[in-house]
């Protein structure tokens, strides 16, 4: 045997390991079956609209139109339009700005207390306990109308959103739904260093509703909070910009040479032994 064959053997054995290393690795980068987060229709839903989407829903199930992960959709959305049916959009902690037209024009922000009930104006507490996004309008004018005439009320639900990775003051914000995402930076403080801001991510609990690939054509179209179905609770990331560590990839070269030369050595040491 000669040098040259050990090699070749040398070369066949590492593509092999190559080869289980790759499988390893795809195989543990898989995703394991991560889902959608359960869809409860539009953030400003009619009532009446998500009445007819539940009939619809539930004429599908009951015909059997529905099979494996469409019916499991299916279910999940369904469960949560009856939620927001019978339990409204506000939870404790929900923000709306309110404007309050009159002989002036006075504008406030309310917040959801314990028993989602909110205080405007010095007036007696309003209870949005069912209440929807689309519902929010009328319901406070009929409030308000209570206590105050020839009032016209108009209010603004803020979303409550999660503003991390590469800012200077990352925390919890409250921003207009008619905001573009892209300004979610600047409520953040403004971006840090080295801040990737084309390539964003949503995110709500385990599921990832924005991908940085989409992320690019929401920030360059200026597509709002609303228009990318982003709610309170979520979870809007900022990358850092990736950087090549030059003294990594050298100290990598470094290790493989050391190997190969070492690979070499060894095999001709063992080829010579043979000959003897």
């Given at each position: 045997?000669?040098i040259l ?6 070369c066949c ?30 953030q ?6 998500l ?21 499991s959709?299916?279910?999940a ?40 009930k ?31 005439r ?6 603004s ?37 080295q ?7 949503v ?40 950087k ?32 003897q």
């Amino acid at each position: 045997m000669t040098i040259l064959t050990g090699m070749r053997m040398l070369c066949c054995t590492r593509a092999a390991v190559r080869g289980v290393l790759f499988t390893i690795v795809v195989a543990s980068a898989a995703p394991s079956g991560a889902q959608d987060a359960p869809l409860g229709g539009p953030q400003r839903a009619t009532r009446a609209a998500l009445a007819e989407r539940v009939a619809t829903l539930e004429q599908k199930s009951s015909s059997g139109g529905l099979s494996g992960s469409a019916k499991s959709r299916a279910t999940a959305e369904l469960s949560a339009i009856r939620m927001r049916l019978q339990q409204g959009d506000f939870r404790v902690g929900d923000r709306f700005v309110i404007t309050l037209r009159q002989d002036s024009v006075r504008s406030d922000t309310a917040s959801v207390r314990d028993s989602l009930k909110v205080s405007v104006a010095n007036l007696p507490d309003a209870s949005l306990v069912g209440v929807l996004r689309s519902e929010l309008d009328e319901r406070m004018t009929a409030h308000v109308a209570r206590y105050l005439r020839n009032v016209s009320v108009r209010t603004s639900v803020l979303t409550r959103v999660a503003i991390l990775g590469a800012v200077r003051t990352p925390g919890f914000y409250y921003a207009s739904p008619d905001r573009p995402i892209s300004d979610l930076v600047m409520v953040a403080g403004g971006p840090a260093d080295q801040a990737n801001l084309n390539e964003l991510e949503v995110s709500r609990g385990t599921a990832k509703l924005l991908s940085v690939k989409d992320s690019r054509k929401a920030v360059k179209d200026g597509r709002t909070l609303e228009q990318l179905d982003v709610q309170s609770g979520d979870e809007v990331k900022i990358p850092i910009k990736k950087k090549i560590n030059w003294q990594i990839v050298i100290q990598s070269m470094l290790v493989v040479s050391s190997l190969f030369f070492a690979g070499l050595q060894f095999l001709q040491w063992y080829y010579n032994r043979q000959d003897q």
